[in-house]
């Protein structure tokens, strides 16, 4: 009889046939390197999660179990887990949305797994919730310090005592978080990075309680997707942008595009389009900055999005604005004021402003640089669904540029999302 052995990290399978094996192996396997690994001179590398002793991450035993119930396998679950014990609960001093409510309500009954939830509808209450519900001694890690700060100040805020630990991914003090019985990923789509794996694996293998939230619940490739779901496992429940609109939990998303002249170039690697086409392309940085003064002119409050500094500081030396690049104290009061609409314009790295951070006051972000990865737009498109008093609409502007194959690429891939994801497809802004 096959048999499955269930623990917090990893998981293991005992009896299957040599044949079972490999195919369960091909099954929890992914191209190391992604679709770049195609076009090395090697060629593709697989590797699978199932080891040789059958052990692989728990995150994936839907997957398993799903194969062998299409395999018609019978089997059997031996949970070798400690539940831990449980204090009454609390009641905090907030009222939430249903959403809210529902969400834990399914992660209570699942005790594991990813909460979906757009941006801005409110991750950070859920947050309180599960950890009012459960009463467990609790970590919360989050992928930033400034992101950090701000979901202390929000648990503060919402009545949550001292019972849970916030800490950013990148401190020293993870490796020796070991004793909590509830672990909470906000901004899980990271988790499939070797920092989240190798503490997955050495740190909290006594963990209990998993719950991962995200606006987007996906990757961008299958090493990606498989790696993340090892840890995180299965979407428990997903609240819709379209959903979260209808009950006004968020703005909706409106989008635009700004035209740049055709340039000649002989740029061929995507260093040097980006380089010659993006950050060092007079033409395309005047448009966007005349874009930029004119949404502040009006009072309209603008984020615009940059990949690189040195495309950031083109962009501030042409407007003027603050340019956000770094977590250093000026770089939080700027974001603290363009948050409370204190300033209504700012550049900012993606690295910084791309995502997690609290910007409710943005209602207009232009996408300054290239990008088609689904994940990585729609948390640009997040900063500006937020609700703030006097917002109707988030505004999305990309910039169109026919010049070379990738600008085109990355346009047409971008206003895909948007017509996929938001149901609104851009139209031309005259500049």
């Not at 916030?166 to 020796?176: H, Q, R, T």
């Not at 988790?191 to 963990?207: D, E, F, H, R, S």
Request: net charge positive; aromatic share 8%; hydrophobic share 40%.
């Amino acid at each position: 009889m096959v048999t499955i052995t269930i623990n917090n990290s990893y998981s293991r399978i005992a009896g299957l046939t040599a044949i079972q094996e490999k195919q369960l192996k091909a099954e929890l396997s992914y191209v190391v390197g992604g679709s770049s690994s195609y076009y090395s001179g090697f060629g593709p590398r697989k590797k699978s999660l199932l080891d040789k002793k059958g052990n692989f991450p728990t995150g994936l035993k839907y997957k398993v179990s799903s194969w062998l119930h299409a395999t018609k396998t019978k089997f059997l679950h031996k949970d070798a887990r400690t539940r831990p014990k449980r204090m009454p609960d609390y009641v905090l001093p907030v009222v939430p949305y249903i959403s809210q409510t529902k969400a834990v309500d399914i992660a209570l009954i699942k005790e594991r797994g990813i909460i979906s939830m757009p941006t801005g509808s409110g991750k950070s209450l859920v947050i309180a919730l599960i950890v009012s519900r459960l009463n467990v001694k609790t970590l919360v890690v989050v992928p930033s310090l400034e992101i950090k700060k701000q979901l202390v100040e929000a648990l503060k805020s919402a009545g949550v005592p001292d019972k849970v630990t916030v800490e950013n991914i990148d401190s020293n003090a993870l490796d020796k978080c070991t004793d909590f019985d509830c672990l909470i990923i906000d901004e899980a789509h990271h988790v499939a990075a070797k920092t989240y794996q190798k503490l997955n694996a050495k740190v909290w293998t006594g963990i209990f309680y998993r719950f991962f939230l995200t606006a987007t619940p996906f990757r961008n490739d299958l090493e990606e997707m498989m790696l993340f779901e090892a840890i995180a496992g299965k979407v428990i429940y997903q609240l819709s942008y379209k959903d979260a609109v209808k009950e006004g939990y968020i703005v909706p998303v409106e989008a635009y595009y700004v035209e740049v002249p055709k340039q000649e170039t002989e740029a061929h690697t995507w260093q040097q389009v980006y380089s010659q086409l993006v950050v060092n392309n007079n033409k395309r940085n005047e448009i966007i900055a005349l874009t930029l003064l004119r949404f502040n002119a009006s009072n309209v409050s603008t984020l615009c999005l940059v990949k690189e500094v040195a495309h950031g500081k083109a962009l501030a030396e042409l407007t003027g604005l603050p340019f956000i690049s770094g977590e250093d104290d000026e770089s939080r009061q700027y974001i603290r004021q363009f948050s409370a609409k204190q300033i209504t314009a700012v550049i900012a790295t993606t690295g910084i402003m791309g995502e997690g951070v609290d910007t409710k006051a943005c209602e207009c972000v232009i996408v300054a640089g290239l990008g088609k990865a689904k994940s990585q737009f729609m948390q640009q498109v997040g900063r500006g669904v937020r609700r703030f008093e006097g917002k109707e609409s988030c505004k999305v502007i990309l910039v169109r540029d026919i010049s070379h194959k990738f600008t085109l690429r990355h346009y047409n891939a971008q206003r895909r999302i948007l017509k996929d994801e938001y149901g609104t497809i851009p139209l031309k802004l005259e500049i």
